[in-house]
């Protein structure tokens, strides 16, 4: 069983940044696509980003790109999540997923991963 765990999660200013960490268990990290998705209140959760086992490919959601980054320390089974001028709408919970196809065409869709972390608040105030 994988165990997966988000922090860097907090309270931000409009405008500010935030870093994103997810942790993995087992040796076979680098084995695992990563994708992040959102939660916010009254809301379906929603695609963020991805991540290839490598590193090599990302994906993003049209409404992060440019100012969110993904990247990946497979040595310390870990990917981060760069967040920058954030804005009050990104406030939600953050999930971390595991996928263990490097290549999908459906990443975007949440049952396509395997294992999920419990999440990690992200508060932006105006």
């Known amino acids: 069983q994988v165990q997966v765990v988000e922090s860097g999660g907090g309270l931000v200013q409009a405008g500010g940044s935030l870093r994103l960490s997810c942790a993995a268990s087992g040796r076979t990290f680098g084995r695992y696509a990563v994708g992040w998705f959102r939660q916010a209140p009254g809301k379906e959760r929603e695609f963020v980003a991805r991540?290839?086992?490598?590193?090599?490919?990302?994906y993003y959601a049209d409404s992060v790109k440019g100012r969110f980054t993904l990247s990946r320390d497979n040595a310390k089974n870990k990917v981060y999540l760069q967040m920058n001028s954030l804005k009050p709408e990104n406030t939600a919970v953050y999930y971390c997923a595991l996928d263990p196809n490097n290549y999908r065409l459906g990443y975007s869709e949440a049952p396509v991963y395997d294992y999920w972390g419990q999440g990690t608040q992200v508060t932006v105030s105006s």
């Open positions: 991540i290839s086992w490598s590193g090599g490919i990302t």
